[in-house]
């Protein structure tokens, strides 16, 4: 019973270098998300995946690119990091029944940006 | 599009009394409302949902009203525990959105 799974738990980068962000789920869930979460702000969705093969600019996209690998995974990938982008990092995937889309989270990535 | 507002960062309660907290929404389109909690380090977890059809539902000590003409919903903690201390997301739910969209949260302090 894994759930949502993401990787690494905890990175620190140097600005300017690069490094992806893994998530999968073994639930067969069709969508998923990546949000970002900063004091005061909440969960903010930067990217989500419908299903399999698609992708879509949520409120925060600037900085990152995502890839949908298969049903199971979905991984952020920030090109060039800036101490702006520091932050923990949710991915999730959803599922639609009796209590409304309900999403499944992973633990979170705490990226740290110098 | 649907915003949904938490306008309360933090609540802080005594043990065993009645804690409430508060959602506001725009847009009166929606399925569900759910609601979640969050434990530092972890990630959110579901806790309850109640439907656009209904007004109120009810598992154990977790209530969550609904208030469509004023857009409003609450989730009440009775009695309140010091494990119910986390942060307090609402999220909306749409057919056809695959958007979702909380809540800034609230933080609850339950003090012993």
């Known amino acids: 019973n894994a759930g949502v799974t993401q990787t690494p738990k905890f990175q620190v980068l140097k600005t300017g270098q690069s490094m992806t962000l893994q998530c999968a789920q073994d639930?067969?869930?069709?969508?998923m998300y990546w949000y970002r979460q900063d004091p005061g702000m909440g969960l903010r969705l930067i990217y989500y995946?419908?299903?399999?093969?698609?992708?879509d600019k949520g409120e925060v996209p600037n900085g990152y690119n995502v890839s949908r690998l298969n049903k199971r995974e979905f991984s952020l990938r920030l090109e060039s990091a800036a101490p702006s982008q520091t932050s923990v990092y949710f991915c999730?995937?959803?599922?639609?029944?009796?209590?409304?889309?309900?999403?499944?989270f992973g633990q979170g990535t705490r990226l740290t940006v110098v | 599009d649907q915003q949904v507002k938490q306008n309360s960062p933090s609540l802080s309660v005594q043990e065993g009394r009645i804690s409430i907290l508060n959602c506001d929404y725009t847009?009166?389109?929606?399925?569900?409302f759910l609601w979640y909690k969050k434990y530092p380090a972890e990630g959110p977890t579901f806790l309850i949902s109640?439907?656009?059809?209904?007004d109120k539902n009810e598992d154990g000590r977790f209530t969550v009203f609904l208030n469509k003409s004023a857009k409003h919903l609450s989730l009440h903690i009775v009695p309140s525990q010091p494990g119910d201390s986390a942060v307090y997301f609402c999220?909306?739910?749409?057919?056809?959105?695959?958007?979702?969209?909380f809540g800034k949260g609230t933080k609850l302090s339950v003090i012993p």
């Open positions: 999730a995937s959803t599922v639609e029944g009796g209590r409304g889309t309900e999403a499944f």
């Open positions: 999220q909306y739910s749409g057919a056809g959105s695959y958007q979702l969209t």
């Open positions: 109640i439907s656009s059809i209904k």
């Open positions: 995946s419908a299903s399999e093969g698609t992708t």
């Open positions: 639930m067969n869930h069709n969508s």
């Open positions: 847009n009166s389109m929606f399925d569900y």
